[in-house]
Structures are given as structure tokens and as C-alpha cells.
């Protein structure tokens, strides 16, 4: 086996067999009188049963990560009744195993690159990459977090309810599905690491359902950057086109928020069903020219997103110059808008749609995995902070309601039953004065209602 190929097979899970299964298999074999064979060898994966010397053993590829099972390995028996090495180096006795055919195109062309230098650079790499993979679950659990609040928040306050607002609710929900399935993904792949259940019934070993996770992520990620499309286009038109108004449009939105993704989806899954070939769970489907079907997709989304925001930019600086504000001034609250609107219309993923850079240095590879990961993982709660805690109409809804709360609980502890108290949804919408003022009454005893309502009225 290569040394490329022994990287792969040292992260290979449920091999075909093990060095006491191939010895019971293969131990009556007799070797013929005046006829030179090698032994039975078990070479980590697979298990090769005896061989006449000067000949070529073959066997199917198995079923693992980034293989194709159509191809065959090769090993060759020598002369002399012993595994032949690989030329030009030090062998072990069960010898060399070609392993090279099995890969696809795509995992060669990975492998190529991860080993580009010694060894030890590609053991650096691989290490870089297990642990931005904690750095992403960690990410991915407090965005999910951020997100249910948010989403929560919207859908529980009356007054928070616009298109602008629902546009964030369906991008919150694409968001927060594809969270969900790369967490279980991720937990899953743990569990089966550290032998926590049988392997066999693992997803990644499933077919079928794999295969049907991963449709779905991809669904969700496409959906996702629709809805940052969409949130690019009704900002872009809120700023720039004085006829715009909040209320068109969102039925249109939502169609093509969810509708647009299912087509896209639909014609890659077919093309990667029929001409993707790995051995279970399309493993490394994104390394593939078919993967441009979504991504070439969302790229341009982001691109179209790109020109919103220097649009949008373009606006705000003449709007900002027509002010009284000094031109630092202007510089900075031009750089917090860019920076806002960043996560909101996916031009962060830039970076992530980009090649990793195996083949560099190890710092380049470093920075860009910790960046890239960092920037993905984190993007759901960069959103939510950015676009429901920290914005002031939010914050006011949640303060008032807290407000009414504790003013129950306090009239509640002095003896004053109240009549009605009801949250800031119904306020809002009913009871809220002309002055702006919300009244609350609280009564004793058998007063009568017009003497309630003269004599022990609140007004907050």
C-alpha cells in the first residue's frame, strides 16, 4: 500500500476482515508438491488468500471512504514465494498492495495534494483539520442556540411581524435544518469512531439514508443562500428604489425560497446518482465537477449579493456626505454597515467555497481552515445577535413585556388583583393610547366598574 493510500486506511471503518478471520479462512490450504506459492497475508484491510508465485492477485475494491468498488486491488507474489514490495523500498512480509485503482479521481487528486512534502507535513494537515472540527460543533451548537431564541422571538411578538422580519424567519429555518443535520452527521461519525454502537449501523454505513442526509443538507444550504439572495434584493430595493415597499413581493419570496432550491437539488442528486460512483454515501461528492450544479448556484447568489452591497454602500456614503458628520465619521459608520451586512448576505462563504490550500505551507492551510471554519460554524449566531438581540425595535418589544411581567408580580404580591393584564401583543394591538400610554387596572374588593376605571387606573 502507498503511503498516500495508508492514510486513507488508517481513518477506514468496518474492513472486510481480520488477521484471525484470514487465518481460519485459509489455514487447510495445502500447497502442491514442487510449486512455490506465497502465504495467506492479512494486509490491514483486506484479506488475500495464498498465491502462486510470479503471479498477480486480484480483489474487489471494498467498501469504503472515496473507493470504487468496480475496480480491483492488485498484489503480486515473486519468485522466490514472497510478497513482492513496493520498488525501491523497505516492504513489510505481507508485502505491497496497490491500492491506486480504487480511488476516484476526485480522492486522488485530494490525496496528491494532502501529501504534497513529507509525511509529517500531511500528518500536520490532518491534525489542523480534526481540530477545526471541534471548533465547528461548537459553532454549530451555538448558532442553533442563537437561532431557535431568535426565531422564537419572532414568531411570539405581533408587532415584530413584517415582510422584513418573515424574510429573516425562513432564512433562520434553513440555517437552523442545515445546523441540525451537520450536528448529527458530526455526532454520529463520533460514535462510531470510538466504537460507541455497531458501525454497521452507523448512517455513514447505511444506504440510502447516507445518501438522503446529504441530499438534504445540501437542499437546506441552497436554501439558505436563496434567502441571503432574497434578503440582498428587498434591502437593495428598500434603500434604492423609492417605490418599494414592504408589503410586495413576499409570496414571490417564499416561492422561489423554497421552490428554486428543490429543482437545483433534484437535478444534482440525479446527476450524482447516476454518474458518482464512490463505494457508500457519495463520500467526497463535494470534491466532484457535478457539485457545481448547487455551488456554482450560490456562488453567483453571492456574487449578485456583492453588487447589492456596493450599491447599498454607494447610497449610504451620499446620503452620509449630505450630512453634518465629520468625513471619519462617515468612514466608520460606512465600515459598520459592510461589516453587518456581511454574514447576512453570505459573502462570508466566500472564503469556504474557495480551494483549500493542501498543497501550501502549513500556515496557509492553518489560517485558512481555522478562518473559514470559524466564519461558517459561527455565521447562524453572527445573524441573530446582529439582526434580532442587538436590534432596538426587538429589544424594546422583549423590555416592555418584561416589564408588564414584573409589574404583575408586584401588584400581585401588594394584594392588587388585576383585572387584565395582558402581554405587549395584545396591548399593542388594542389597548395602546393615543398618547402612547398603556393602561392596567387593578381592583378591590366589589368596586364597581366605572369606579375602577376612575379611581385605580395606572397609566406606565
Known amino acids: 500500500m502507498t503511503g498516500k493510500a495508508k492514510a486513507i ?50 480483489l474487489r475494491c471494498p467498501q469504503l471512504n472515496g473507493v470504487d468498488t468496480r475496480n480491483f486491488v492488485e498484489k503480486r507474489c515473486g519468485e522466490n514465494g514472497s510478497w513482492e514490495g513496493k520498488v525501491g523500498e523497505l516492504s513489510p512480509p505481507s508485502g505491497w498492495t496497490n491500492y491506486t485503482p480504487c480511488f476516484t479521481p476526485e480522492m486522488m487528486l485530494l490525496l496528491q495534494k494532502l501529501y504534497t512534502g513529507s509525511e509529517d507535513l500531511a500528518n500536520a494537515r490532518i491534525d489542523i483539520a480534526a481540530k477545526t472540527r471541534y471548533l465547528e460543533f461548537v459553532g454549530l451548537t451555538l448558532s442553533l442556540t442563537a ?90 430595493n428598500k434603500v434604492t428604489v423609492a417605490v418599494f415597499t414592504e408589503t410586495s413581493g413576499y409570496q414571490m419570496y417564499r416561492v422561489i425560497g423554497w421552490g428554486y432550491p428543490i429543482f437545483m437539488t433534484a437535478g444534482w442528486t440525479v ?16 470534491l466532484t465537477f457535478y457539485f457545481w450544479i448547487l455551488e456554482g ?6 456574487l449578485f449579493n456583492c453588487g447589492f452591497l456596493l450599491n447599498i454602500l454607494r447610497v449610504l456614503i451620499i446620503k452620509l456626505r449630505r450630512s453634518h458628520m465629520t468625513e471619519t465619521e462617515q468612514i466608520i459608520k460606512a465600515v459598520k454597515a459592510v461589516l453587518v451586512l456581511l454574514p447576512l448576505l453570505g459573502i462570508t462563504n466566500l472564503a469556504a467555497m474557495s480551494e483549500a490550500p493542501l ?33 432596538n425595535e426587538v429589544r424594546s418589544v422583549v423590555n416592555r413585556t418584561i416589564s408588564l411581567y414584573f409589574n404583575k408580580r408586584q401588584s400581585s404580591g401588594s394584594g392588587c388583583q388585576p383585572h387584565r393584564i395582558v402581554s405587549t401583543i395584545d396591548v399593542e394591538a388594542t389597548e395602546e393610547s393615543p398618547t402612547g400610554c398603556i393602561r392596567l387596572c387593578c381592583c378591590r374588593g366589589s368596586i364597581s366598574s366605572l369606579e375602577r376605571a376612575n379611581t385605580c387606573r395606572t397609566d406606565l
Open 271 to 286: 446527476v450524482t446518482a447516476i454518474y458518482y460512483h464512490p463505494s457508500k454515501c457519495w463520500w467526497g461528492y463535494n
Open 147 to 236: 437561532l431557535l431564541v431568535s426565531l422564537s422571538i419572532f414568531c411570539r411578538f405581533r408587532t415584530l411581524r413584517n415582510t422584513r422580519t418573515r424574510i429573516h424567519k425562513n432564512l433562520f429555518v434553513a440555517m437552523m435544518v442545515q445546523v441540525v443535520i451537520k450536528l448529527t452527521l458530526y455526532i454520529d461519525q463520533a460514535l462510531s469512531n470510538m466504537n460507541a454502537y455497531d458501525q454497521q449501523y452507523s448512517i455513514q454505513n447505511t444506504p440510502i439514508l447516507c445518501e438522503g442526509f446529504y441530499v438534504l443538507l445540501e437542499y437546506a444550504r441552497t436554501a439558505m443562500f436563496t434567502w441571503m439572495f432574497i434578503e440582498g434584493f428587498f434591502l437593495h
Open 9 to 58: 486506511g488508517a481513518n477506514f471503518s468496518g474492513t472486510n476482515s481480520s488477521n484471525m478471520e484470514c487465518e481460519a479462512l485459509h489455514r487447510d490450504f495445502v500447497i502442491p508438491d514442487d510449486e512455490i506459492w506465497c502465504n495467506w497475508t492479512f494486509d490491514s484491510i483486506l484479506c488475500w488468500p495464498p498465491t502462486k508465485a510470479s503471479t498477480m492477485s486480484r
Open 297 to 302: 448556484t450560490r456562488l453567483a447568489m453571492i
Open 359 to 391: 498543497d501550501k505551507s502549513i500556515l496557509q492551510f492553518a489560517l485558512w481552515s481555522y478562518i473559514t471554519h470559524f466564519l461558517t460554524s459561527f455565521q447562524g449566531l453572527f445573524i441573530a445577535f446582529l439582526y434580532c438581540f442587538s436590534n
